[in-house]
């Protein structure tokens, strides 16, 4: 039996769930309905032991002499609960990169999916980007989109760590989340 390519699977599966996404904004009434949700939860950002969930991936010529670690780039994929305990009910998983992108001051730039695994919200996601100036006690990223329940989603992130370890390489961050979707 000849194996089909894994990209025409991945084509036509594609092309069969384009149809509800033509037909959404037809019903008028359905596309003026905006809705504002509120979420709260915690990040796990874990990068040592035997399950590590952010690893790096590059670092520039620079970055051991930078004190604020200039040009290192991380991929993530943390966990995301609904208490700080590790062993909290797990909502969901944070699922991108950052980069250390300040000279000056220990920054980063974010790019990264809300993907929700349970709940009300399951299979749906939000795109946050934006700007972690890391030591500040409040900072505030941008949600620039979603999908699902989250289709065309617009709000604001905000973190507050929780929990830091960098010997440990552990970081818990409280996230609360406004989102206007529709």
């Not at 952010?54 to 993530?76: C, D, E, H, Y």
């Not at 946050?128 to 100036?133: E, F, M, Q, S």
């Not at 505030?140 to 979603?146: A, K, L, T």
């Amino acid at each position: 039996m000849e194996k089909i390519p894994i990209f025409l699977t991945l084509l036509s599966l594609s092309m069969a769930a384009g149809n509800e996404l033509h037909e959404w904004p037809g019903n008028r009434r359905q596309a003026k309905t905006e809705k504002t949700t509120r979420l709260h939860f915690y990040l796990h950002d874990t990068a040592s032991g035997k399950n590590p969930s952010v690893v790096q991936v590059a670092r520039a010529s620079l970055t051991n002499k930078s004190p604020t670690l200039f040009g290192l780039l991380n991929i993530m994929d943390d966990p995301l609960t609904e208490g700080p305990e590790p062993t909290s009910k797990l909502v969901g998983r944070g699922q991108g990169l950052y980069a250390s992108a300040g000279l000056d001051e220990l920054s980063l730039l974010m790019a990264w999916n809300v993907v929700f695994k349970s709940g009300d919200y399951n299979g749906s996601s939000l795109t946050v980007l934006g700007w972690n100036p890391t030591t500040r006690p409040l900072r505030e990223m941008s949600i620039v989109g979603g999908t699902g329940v989250f289709r065309l989603a617009r709000g604001v992130v905000t973190f507050k760590t929780y929990f830091f370890n960098s010997s440990a390489g552990v970081a818990v961050l409280e996230v609360d989340a406004v989102a206007l979707h529709f």
